[in-house]
């Protein structure tokens, strides 16, 4: 099994620009989330998936859009690139959505800077 | 709503001293994980706690939830520089979305 895998490893932006992060995972999980990390800081949830076809915001989605077409892909999609979105951004899977059984695996994260 | 607080934010030791980082809850957790992160790197699982009163170990590294599983600790003893690094705690209640602790950064010097 790859694990949890996220395309671009790096990102330059300038503003106003859009993008796609890339996350699949190969588990069969139903849980996926997305993570923001600014630097020194902890991981704050963006958006959150239960399984294919169903996501919720978290503490932080403005400006970022997500679907979960299949179990196995969730992007993330900026809008409008700010430079308050320069982050690293990880992504990951969960077997279960918040019951007894949740270990998270993450994915190795995408450096975005927005210029 | 609930309030989990996790210290303290930061430590630095000495090699060969112990270390210790708390997760507190207002309310009642389901179970609690704790992940390791590596400077540059992503979190790591390291051991979850289901159990009242739980106590876990990894070698240096013990792991206990408390008997009202409110609160929730990680202590290493006589750390090392491979020690170094971010440790968050991420709990579940039942609800769907996972959160984590703001983590405890843990610096140790040779």
């Known amino acids: 099994n790859a694990g949890v895998t996220q395309t671009p490893k790096f990102q330059v932006l300038k503003t106003g620009q859009s993008m796609t992060l890339q996350c699949a995972q190969d588990m069969n999980h139903e849980y996926m989330s997305w993570y923001r990390q600014d630097p020194g800081m902890g991981l704050r949830l963006i958006h959150y998936s239960v399984g294919a076809g169903i996501t919720d915001q978290g503490e932080v989605p403005n400006g970022y859009n997500v679907s979960r077409s299949t179990t196995e892909d969730f992007p993330l999609r900026l809008l409008s690139a700010a430079p308050s979105q320069t982050s690293v951004y990880f992504c990951?899977?969960?077997?279960?959505?918040?019951?007894?059984?949740?270990?998270?695996?993450f994915g190795p994260g995408t450096r975005l800077t927005v210029l | 709503g609930q309030q989990v607080m996790q210290i303290p934010q930061y430590q630095h030791v000495q090699e060969g001293e112990d270390f210790t980082t708390y997760c507190n809850s207002s309310t009642t957790l389901s179970n609690i994980q704790w992940y390791k992160q590596r400077p540059g790197g992503h979190p790591v699982f390291l051991i979850q706690l289901v159990k009242s009163g739980e106590v876990k170990k990894q070698k240096r590294l013990t792991f206990q939830f408390g008997e009202a599983k409110k609160n929730s600790s990680l202590h290493i003893t006589a750390t090392q520089t491979t020690d170094v690094g971010t440790y968050f705690c991420?709990?579940?209640?039942?609800?769907?979305?996972?959160?984590f602790g703001s983590g405890t950064r843990l610096q140790v010097q040779p």
């Open positions: 991420d709990w579940g209640t039942g609800r769907r979305a996972l959160t």
């Open positions: 990951a899977s969960s077997p279960t959505s918040g019951g007894s059984t949740d270990t998270q695996y």
